[in-house]
């Protein structure tokens, strides 16, 4: 697509459930990268998919948290068993690759997840 | 392991205000550097970057340099105006991963 697609764009869940956030990358973008905005923070690095591998997992806050990746295009970041402090802007960013290590990476607008 | 500083905010200028956000990395190697901007409600864009040492990126009358012997890359605008009000982030991207610092928080008042 022309640009990185998530939805949803807003979720309001009860804690305790689970949810599932999807991203759609740029067409032909191998790498894809989630990342999590909590109010007022910065960005905070979840994982990265090159393909439909994950070489860096490190960011995962905890094991409630899982991604995968399929076709080496969209992608699907769940949280079971939600939690208030889950509450946050769930962004997805995609880039051509790691050839070049000036890759731009380019956002998706986020999904805005709000436990309650 | 890699890290990025930058200012906190918020900060506060009057329209045509000369406008500095520091910005300083630790990285292994040498990483490419960029600044994002996010405007209200919106999502994060690339703003400039710059991939090697002394390379200036410029856009919309923002620009930074990329400092290896400082390690830094603060971000500058001559003249900023009320559409510029937005949180900025820097950031740095050494491998697959790109870092980002807190983001500093700017108001433009006309």
Known sequence: ?????QS????????????????DPISGH???????????????????????????KSGLPSDRFSAERTGGSVSTLTIQRTQQ??????????????????NTIYFGEGSWLTVV | GDSVTQMEGPVTLSEEAFLTINCTYTATGYPSLFWYVQYPGEGLQLLLKATKADDKGSNKGFEATYRKETTSFHLEKGSVQVSDSAVYFCALRGGFKTIFGAGTRLFVKA
């Open chain 1, 85 to 102: 402090e889950d509450s946050a802007v769930y962004l997805c960013a995609s880039s051509a690759g790691e050839t070049g290590r000036g």
């Open chain 1, 8 to 23: 949803p764009s807003n979720k309001v869940t009860e804690k305790g459930k689970d949810v599932e956030l999807r991203c």
């Open chain 1, 1 to 5: 697509g022309a640009g990185v697609s």
């Open chain 1, 30 to 56: 191998t790498a894809l990268y989630w990342y999590r905005q909590s109010l007022g923070q910065g960005l905070e690095f979840l994982i990265y998919f090159q393909g439909n591998s994950a070489p860096d």
